[in-house]
């Protein structure tokens, strides 16, 4: 998406007639929505972040804080926030930015198209600059794929540009809609092994399904399994697949530390889980010289 284009002139050329249409949130922060047959879904070129995904006349799937921020440099509090080249806190650095740089940079917009003439798809990029290599010094490609058809698909293809290996964790960091955090359960991760970010020490395993009465910041690793949310209220079970990702984060930040937060309201802990398709810890991923790595996942709701 060249930023000399008109908003007009931007739909023109990315534009798909009742499946892809471009608008503006704010000035100068351009906004795709992608209409399938069976569902909806938004797509900021900020942060290359997938805002909602919607299935018509149901409750979103995805979750969005109404205190987001929507300007160049913030995060995004809600959606699919991409995480690259590092998860968390900067290993040796506090001073820069946690959970890197990828979702804080406008993302450019590189092509859009319908699949089968009915299910929209569009693909970002996000390339090394000289600020990112002030951040990090390796040169690096990434494309940023979603795909709305019966489920919606988003994948993160990374390249290594430069000429020697380079090693990162990342993640899609899916935050979804629950109708109350206290009354719904996480299936697909029983007997794996976490670490409680929360509290340190050796690693847990995780016995029968996740349910939450407290702050939850778990990362479990070694694991390649689809996670089921299961949600009585909603009456429906949200499917979350993952693939090229060994670890899965579950987060819900509780009272105490929504109350801390700015773009986040003080009760809206109890409407959102985060199940994030990540490579993190151990799991980090080392990419060799003009080789990619592609993590993926595809979210569907089914009524119960």
Known sequence: METTLTLDEINIRYGLQNHIVIEEKTPGFPILTLQSPSATATVAAHGGHVLSYTPNGEEPVLWLSSLSHYREGKAIRGGIPVIFPWFGPHASDSGKPSHGFARTRFWTLHSTRLINGEFPQARFQLTDSELTRTLWPSRFSLELVVTLKESLKVELIIKNEDTEPFTCTCALHSYFTVSHISNIEIQGLEKASYIDQLTGGPH????????????????????????????????????????????TVIWNPWIDKSARMSDFGDDEYTGMVCIEAANASHNAITISPSQTHILSTSIRAEAI
Request: charged share 30%.
């Open 204 to 247: 847990k395993v995780q016995e029968g399904p996740i349910t939450f009465d407290a702050e939850k910041d778990t990362i479990y690793v070694d694991t390649a399994a689809t996670c089921k949310i299961i949600d009585p209220g909603f009456k429906r079970t949200v499917f979350v697949e993952k693939s090229g990702s060994l670890s």
